[in-house]
Nanobody, 124 residues
Framework: QVQLVESGGGLVQAGGSLRLSCAAS????????MGWFRQAPGKEREFVAT????????YYADSVKGRFTISRMNAKNTVYLQMNSLKPEDTANYYC?????????????????WGQGTQVSVSS
């Protein structure tokens, strides 16, 4: 069983930055692909970014490419999402997720464990 706990959300003005963290339990964190997803009110959960076990491969949604950076520190069982140049349309609840079956993936169905989410609100 893997538990994921997100933190770092909050309210920020457009153009600002936030860094989200996701702390994972379990000894095999370093073998999991990790992802960040988000869900705005009334919308489906969507892919944001993913990273493979070593951090050597990353993929981003087109909407965040060039503004967001996913990274991980396996020694601390933590994955991060650095968000710069935030826009009002980035407002959502952000979730981290772990995949035990895929090396890197952007499909929700490929993830086995999910955190409870952290709210990010961007004002214009």
């Amino acid at each position: 069983q893997v538990q994921l706990v997100e933190s770092g959300g909050g309210l920020v003005q457009a153009g600002g930055s936030l860094r989200l963290s996701c702390a994972a339990s379990g000894r095999t964190f370093s073998s999991y692909a990790m992802g960040w997803f988000r869900q705005a009110p009334g919308k489906e959960r969507e892919f944001v970014a993913t990273i493979n076990w070593s951090g050597g491969s990353t993929y981003y949604a087109d909407s965040v490419k060039g503004r967001f950076t996913i990274s991980r520190m396996n020694a601390k069982n933590t994955v991060y999402l650095q968000m710069n140049s935030l826009k009002p349309e980035d407002t959502a609840n952000y979730y981290c997720a772990a995949s035990t079956r895929y090396s890197v993936t952007y499909y929700l169905r490929d993830y086995d464990y999910w955190g409870q989410g952290t709210q990010v609100s961007v004002s214009s």
